[in-house]
Nanobody
């Protein structure tokens, strides 16, 4: 079993930055593929970015060039640096983990989820 706990959300103005963290526990972390998803009110959960255990990454087009995912296997933590935030980035952001090491971009491919952290970008 894997437990995921997100932190770092908050309220920021357009153009601002936030750093989200996802601390994991419960089993070996370094070989899991990890991802970030987000869900805005009234919308479906959408893929943001994923990272494999070899640190390959895959970004949604909407965040390319603005968001950066990274992982520290020694600390069992995944990070999401968000720069150039826009009002349309407002959502609850979820960290997710797979049992396998391969990248994935669909929520059904992930086995474990955090509780989410709210990100609000004011215009």
């Amino acid at each position: 079993q894997v437990q995921l706990v997100e932190s770092g959300g908050g309220l920021v103005q357009t153009g601002g930055s936030l750093l989200l963290s996802c601390a994991t526990s419960g089993r070996t972390f370094s070989t899991n593929a990890m991802g970030w998803f987000r869900q805005a009110p009234g919308k479906e959960r959408e893929f943001v970015v994923a990272i494999s255990w070899t640190k390959q990454t895959n970004y949604a087009d909407s965040v390319k060039g603005r968001f950066t995912i990274s992982r520290d296997n020694a600390k069992n933590t995944v990070y999401l640096q968000m720069n150039g935030l826009k009002p349309e980035d407002t959502a609850v952001y979820y960290c997710a983990a797979r049992r396998v090491s391969v990248l994935a971009s669909h929520s059904y491919e992930y086995d474990y989820w955090g509780q989410g952290t709210q990100v609000t970008v004011s215009s």
